[in-house]
């Protein structure tokens, strides 16, 4: 283990990325309630940012709390709670966010956040759990939480813990978010939406159509949805992210898309980023690593 008590004067700044389902099916309800599915993941070079500085105490803080968020549902108290209850570390951090990525857009905010806390945490820690030993704590944490301790492009199956690491085009794309909430719950309830799509192999989705099965219901209860993508789909085929409310579009090139953002109406918030398909996480530890 590193001596780190020369960490303890830095602070340290990682990227929390957003992600977008490139395409989401939904292939049965189990008798649990949860939904068996397939969807692939691609991670976005935009995001959040977390400053981390860690301490001798042991103590958490978490000095810009979310408006509305009590600090024991914070998902990044938690995952750093979490994290130093598993491995019985006696270290403490502090913990800022930056934030950019929408609450409840279905672009994985919160996720990635939780995601970079447990990633970051590990590292600055040395508390040296692999990859998928965080994976496995990220899960108690929400579901979209191991796709981004992963780091990958990736091919989610059954509730979304059987990954296929995967290598979809990285194209630009403009991400839209309507001024409405979404319930996931309410999407996942309602007797219109497909559970029966056929499952299909990785080979034959990637080649065929993306679409998103959540999609109509969304459109059918939310208008502001529905307008957004009317207008969108005016410059490129356009889809629902997740549950939404976020939707896009890909593009070739950065300027176009930027051009077509740029015309957006007044009430649609959101940004322009290129898709990877390696977490900005990693390679921003990677550099960090560099500099210790």
């Known amino acids: 283990m590193k001596d780190v008590t020369s960490w303890f004067s830095k602070r340290f700044r990682f990227p929390c990325p957003a992600k977008l389902n490139l395409f989401l099916y939904i292939n049965q309800r189990r008798p649990d309630g949860y939904h ?3 969807t692939l993941f691609q991670f976005l070079d935009y995001g959040d940012w977390l400053t981390v500085s860690i301490n001798p105490t042991g103590e958490i ?3 810009d709390q979310l408006d509305g968020v009590a600090l024991a549902d914070n998902l990044i108290y938690r995952a750093a709670k979490l994290l130093q209850q598993t491995t019985q570390c006696k270290l403490g951090a502090t913990l800022r966010l930056e934030k950019h990525l929408p609450m409840g857009g279905g672009v994985g905010g919160g996720s990635s956040d939780a995601a970079t806390t447990l990633v970051a945490l590990n590292f600055l820690w040395q508390t040296n759990l692999s990859i998928q030993q965080l994976a496995d704590l990220g899960l108690q944490l929400g579901a979209d939480v191991p796709i981004f ?3 990958k492009a990736a091919f989610a199956e059954g509730v979304g813990e059987k990954i296929t690491y995967c290598l979809p085009a990285e194209k630009y794309f ?11 719950a309410k999407i996942f309830q309602d007797p219109n939406l497909p559970r029966a799509t056929p499952k299909r192999s990785l080979e034959s989705l990637l080649s065929a159509v993306y679409t998103n099965d959540c999609e109509k219901v969304v459109r059918d209860h939310y208008p502001e949805v529905e307008q957004a993508i009317q207008w969108l789909v005016q410059y490129a085929p356009t889809r629902l992210t997740g549950t939404g409310a976020c939707i896009f ?9 930027l051009t077509v953002f740029q015309q957006r109406p007044a009430n ?5 980023a290129k898709g990877v398909n390696e977490s900005p996480l990693y390679l921003a530890l990677k550099e960090i690593q560099k500099t210790l």
């Open 36 to 38: 068996e599915l397939q």
């Open 61 to 63: 803080i978490l000095p």
């Open 149 to 151: 301790i992963h780091g």
């Open 174 to 184: 403009v991400v839209l978010k309507p001024d409405v909430s979404i319930s996931t």
């Open 249 to 257: 579009a890909e593009f070739d090139s950065q300027d176009r898309a």
């Open 268 to 272: 649609l918030t959101g940004f322009v």
